[in-house]
Nanobody, 127 residues
Framework: QVQLVESGGGLVQAGGSLRLSCAAS????????MGWFRQAAGKEREFVSS???????????YYANSVKGRFTISRDNAKNTVYLQMNSLKPEDTAVYYC?????????????????WGQGTQVTVSS
């Protein structure tokens, strides 16, 4: 089990950028697949991006179609931290963003495949 703490959310104008961070405590961080999800008001939580490490291919990254080309996920195993760089933000990106961890995970887009979750950080994009 890991504890996750997100930071970096805030208010930004459309077209702007934010970088979210998720700091994890616990052992074996590099073995976890890490995901970012978001939940807008009145909507279900949805997948944004994920990252997992494999011996063959190093980091494997996955993105929802809605953020592909604008968001970049990365991780620093030495700091037990995963990042989400968000560029060209749109008002429809407004949501609470959650970090999630899946031990030995595949980088799945399904909520249920992640065991541990952070408390979330609000991102608001104004038009």
């Amino acid at each position: 089990q890991v504890q996750l703490v997100e930071s970096g959310g805030g208010l930004v104008q459309a077209g702007g950028s934010l970088r979210l961070s998720c700091a994890a405590s616990g052992h074996g961080f590099s073995m976890y697949a890490m995901g970012w999800f978001r939940q807008a008001a009145g909507k279900e939580r949805e997948f944004v991006s994920s990252i997992r490490w494999s011996r063959q291919n190093n980091d494997n990254t996955y993105y929802a179609n809605s953020v592909k080309g604008r968001f970049t996920i990365s991780r620093d195993n030495a700091k037990n931290t995963v990042y989400l760089q968000m560029n060209s933000l749109k008002p429809e990106d407004t949501a609470v963003y959650y970090c999630a961890a899946s031990r030995y995970g595949s980088g799945s887009s399904r909520n249920s495949d992640y065991e541990d979750w952070g408390q979330g950080t609000q991102v608001t994009v104004s038009s």
